[in-house]
């Protein structure tokens, strides 16, 4: 990650979030409990309404034809994510600042359960542990389903390009790609 993140443009649509005290943009879907954004959760009627409208995760406003999602190696074969779909410039944006994304020794955090009580979920067909590598992958389509617990996930459509990332900075694929599973309820 770059130390300087002003280095970094923001897109038009991001500037206009709120910002965090480090100033980074607040992505549309992060909960934000007492005035304070945490970063780990997402606020599920946003995240909801960002699916069913074809809106972007991270600024808001409305999606084109094609959208963006950020992910690591298992769900860049699974086609799984929990976060919402993107502009492919915001999805830029956030692999190249976002401190878990970018940063090399950032890891998911060990709490499983929130200030608030919300507990935080991770599914197999996604990266358990922080990858080494993550990629902007580029559809034209998704769908909304449920796992057999009752947990809503996105499943992409397929890609139509996809760009490696490494601590921020443009990189070539894995060298060996993981496995995972088609579909989370197989």
Do not use: Q
């Amino acid at each position: 990650m770059r130390s300087n993140l002003s280095s970094v443009p923001i897109p038009r649509r991001l500037g206009e979030r709120p910002r965090d005290p480090r100033g980074l943009p607040i992505p549309y879907v992060v909960l934000v409990i007492n005035g304070k954004p945490d970063f780990r959760i997402t606020d599920v009627e946003r995240w909801a309404t960002v699916v069913n409208h074809r809106l972007c995760a991270l600024c808001g406003e409305p999606l084109g034809a094609r959208v963006a999602f950020i992910g690591g190696p298992k769900s860049n074969i699974s086609r799984c994510f929990t976060d919402g779909p993107m502009h492919r410039d915001c999805a830029e944006y956030a692999i190249r600042v976002c401190p878990y994304l970018a940063l090399r020794h950032m890891k998911r955090t060990d709490d499983t359960v929130a200030p608030d009580g919300v507990a935080l979920k991770v599914i197999e067909e996604m990266d358990e542990e922080r990858p080494e590598r993550f990629f902007v992958g580029i559809t034209t389509r998704y769908e909304v389903d449920l796992l057999p617990s009752g947990s809503a996930y996105i499943r992409a459509g397929e890609w139509d390009s996809v760009a490696w990332f490494r601590h921020g900075e443009p990189v070539g694929p894995p060298e060996a790609p993981a496995t995972a599973t088609p579909s989370p309820t197989s």
